[in-house]
Nanobody, 123 residues
Framework: VQLQAFGGGLVQAGGSLRLSCAASGLSFSTYAMGWFRQAPGKEREFVARINWSGARTYYADSVKGRSTISRDNAKNTMYLQMNSLKPEDTADYYC?????????????????WGQGTQVTVSS
């Protein structure tokens, strides 16, 4: 199983980024997916999750209203569109897959993880 996150970069505050997570080696459409982030010196935190079909999405309060999680099961890919970025959004962003189709906020319950993609928001 491989999850590859990409799309991070350096952006000014107020800007936008679209993160992608390409999955292989698993039956993608049967997994819930999630995004988490970890800033330097801080613990990993939940960002957003989406159920297996894409019908249900959930967001951390810190990104709600500024971010949209989505998935394309035909392409085995998940996305995170982030708008109105703030310096506090600076972190490594990780995607994860959960065999429980509903997904969860708890990082420990995810089965597979991708490598991080770095997002840096300058003020």
């Amino acid at each position: 199983v491989q999850l590859q996150a990409f799309g991070g970069g350096l952006v000014q505050a107020g800007g936008s980024l679209r993160l992608s997570c390409a999955a292989s080696g698993l039956s993608f459409s049967t997994y819930a997916m999630g995004w988490f982030r970890q800033a330097p010196g801080k613990e990993r935190e939940f960002v957003a999750r989406i159920n297996w079909s894409g019908a249900r999405t959930y967001y951390a309060d810190s990104v709600k209203g500024r971010s949209t999680i989505s998935r394309d099961n035909a392409k085995n890919t998940m996305y995170l569109q982030m708008n109105s970025l703030k310096p506090e959004d600076t972190a490594d962003y990780y995607c994860a897959a959960d065999a429980d189709k509903r997904g969860t906020y708890n990082a420990d319950e995810y089965d597979y993880w991708g490598q991080g993609t770095q997002v840096t928001v300058s003020s």
